[in-house]
């Protein structure tokens, strides 16, 4: 028995569903090497000759390495170095193939659903989805309508936010298809750890990551505008206070390509420029991580100096391919991820291949009822939430608390989502007491390009650093692990994921819905229309109440 995992066991939270450990199968925990998961065996006997004392130093030599790097994160209004634990997460090839299966299908469904929003929304006509659910979404953009990107490729780059259950069954917690990040941490968190665990990378067979710049260089200059044969890619970046600024410098940088701010860029003669030493040079691609509202101060927030007055025309014309795609928020709607299951079916004609979370719509006023009813048993998520942020565990909250997030919630239910309290599944994370099981989640990252969707192997593992924490994100104190997606063994292979057909929109694609497009007067007909001017007068009125 390791020295290491002498007092392994469990979460000690009570009145809580024990939680999927992914390294011992056993409830007790790791008292023998036998009921250790065989994905986990390799990474177990190479820790057995370790002492506290040697995995902690080199666990200490890797936050020395990532502090001089630069590679730290804002918490609290302090730069520390991103915490990166020494354990890696182990995921075998056959639960890749599934997770791997599961994200492009994804992926591609809301590719296909974000075309259809600013297009002829025949997912609304057909009833799939609610079109006050879409207008009413803070991410849903009218300005993006008529955009045609290059391609057809809206989600360039996306991130899907899994959690491994109590069973152990993967499931989608959220979509980011916005400006999803992390994926510098992917890459630096593997160079490192080849350095701490250098005996595993000779024993074991870990599928690479360093080939992401190379697969988004790729798909950025496929997407650039017709008729260009040599791109012009930059990356906009809001400056070096952004807290995901190394992201920006190290995607830049291992691409090959210019990181400029707003203040480099201008439009003019129906085109986007650079301003460089040498004069003005044109930009055909912007791999853009600003937000919509900062992009383009004519559109949107006019006093932004973030972006560069005129690019949304600049779009429109067809003369530069913004990624992600403006008006990509409402598909991260967390009231929009309730209907993805069903836009799957809709626009692919297949069954899911990893399912949702549960989750209550609480505009539904049976589920609203049921949720005030029950709210200390659920997670309470507001809609258009990132990071944690305004997010509410039930049975860890206060009595106050709770009441004015009923307030809240009655007030305005289209903004929340109810969930249950999930144990996400627990890995081995040194601690300060030693080695204990924490909670984490995965986000796996896809590249969109030339019709195909390429999903990075590992992806990020966020880790909750504190006993019984289930919020895993860093800005709220989580941290990281290296994801390591591991081959098969001799003479076996993972079986195959192949999603099943469906068969529950059988018309699907099939209608046209002449004159069906956002922008025009007539889009949705008088009672979705009258309900979209009561929802944007209650959002008003809320605002000037906040």
């Given at each position: 028995m390791s020295q290491l995992f002498a007092n392994y066991g469990r979460s000690t939270d009570t009145g809580r569903t024990p939680a999927w450990d992914e390294m011992f199968a056993a409830t007790g925990g790791g008292n023998e090497a036998e009921q250790v998961r065989p994905g986990y065996a390799d990474l177990y006997e190479a820790l057995s000759h370790m002492s506290q004392e040697e995995l902690r130093g080199r666990a200490d030599a890797l936050a020395s390495?990532?502090?001089?790097?630069g590679v730290t994160f804002d918490f609290a209004g302090e730069e520390r170095p991103f915490p990166l634990d020494a354990i890696p997460r182990i995921v075998e090839a056959s639960d890749w193939a599934r997770i791997e299966a599961g994200v492009a299908q994804r992926v591609r469904a809301l590719e296909a659903f974000l075309a259809d929003v600013y297009g002829r929304q025949d997912a609304v006509r057909d009833g799939v989805i609610p079109a006050h659910v879409i207008v009413s979404a803070p991410g849903f953009l009218r300005q993006a309508a008529g955009i045609e990107p290059a391609g057809g490729v809206r989600v360039h780059v996306a991130g899907i936010d899994l959690i491994r259950d109590q069973h152990g069954d993967w499931r989608v917690l959220e979509d980011n298809v916005r400006v999803p990040s992390?994926?510098?941490?992917?890459?630096s968190?593997?160079?490192?750890?080849?350095?701490?665990?250098?005996?595993?990378?000779a024993r074991m067979s870990i599928r690479q990551v360093t080939d992401y710049p190379r697969k988004l260089a790729a798909a950025l200059r496929a997407s650039a505008p017709p008729g260009v044969e040599e791109p012009t890619v930059v990356v906009l970046t809001p400056g070096v206070f952004n807290s995901a600024y190394f992201e920006h410098t190290l995607l830049a940088r291992l691409m090959g390509v210019e990181l400029v701010e707003g203040r480099d860029l201008f439009c003019s003669g129906g085109f986007i420029w650079m301003r460089t030493t040498s004069g003005p040079q044109k930009v055909d691609v912007i791999y853009r991580r600003v937000d919509d509202d900062f992009l383009d101060p004519l559109q949107f927030r006019a006093d932004s100096v973030l972006?560069?007055?005129?690019l949304l025309n600049v779009?429109?014309?067809?003369?530069?391919t913004i990624a992600n795609a403006i008006g990509n928020g409402v598909a991260d709607d967390k009231l929009v991820y309730t209907y993805v299951p069903d836009l799957i079916r809709y626009?692919?004609?297949?069954?899911?291949?990893?399912?949702?979370?549960?989750?209550?719509?609480?505009?539904?006023?049976g589920s609203l009822d049921y949720v005030l009813k029950n709210v200390r048993d659920l997670v309470v998520k507001p809609v258009d939430g990132s990071g944690g942020k305004g997010l509410v565990v039930g049975d860890r909250a206060t009595p106050e608390q709770l009441e004015a997030?009923?307030?809240?919630?009655?007030?305005?239910?289209r903004g929340w989502i109810a969930q249950p309290i999930i144990q996400l599944s627990t890995i081995p994370t040194l601690v300060?007491?030693?080695?204990a099981p924490r909670h984490s989640d995965l986000r796996p990252f896809a590249v969109s390009g030339d019709g195909d969707v390429w999903v990075l192997p590992g992806g990020l593992t966020r880790v909750a650093l504190p006993e019984g924490q289930l919020v895993v994100n860093s800005s709220q104190g989580g941290g990281s692990k290296d994801t390591w997606v591991v081959g098969t063994r001799a003479g076996e292979a993972p079986t195959p994921v192949v999603p099943q057909p469906s068969t529950r929109y059988p018309q699907a694609q099939g209608s046209i819905h002449p004159g069906h497009q956002l922008g025009q007067g007539d889009t949705f007909d008088d009672d979705d229309n009258r309900l979209r001017q009561q929802i944007e007068h209650q959002q008003q009125s809320l605002g000037k109440e906040a």
């Open positions: 390495s990532y502090l001089a790097q992390g994926v510098s941490y992917v890459i968190n593997r160079e490192v750890m080849a350095q701490t665990l250098p005996e595993l990378f972006g560069a007055p005129g779009a429109r014309a067809g003369n530069v626009f692919l004609h297949e069954e899911p291949v990893l399912p949702n979370v549960e989750t209550w719509r609480l505009e539904d006023p997030l009923k307030e809240k919630v009655s007030a305005n239910p300060e007491g030693g080695m």
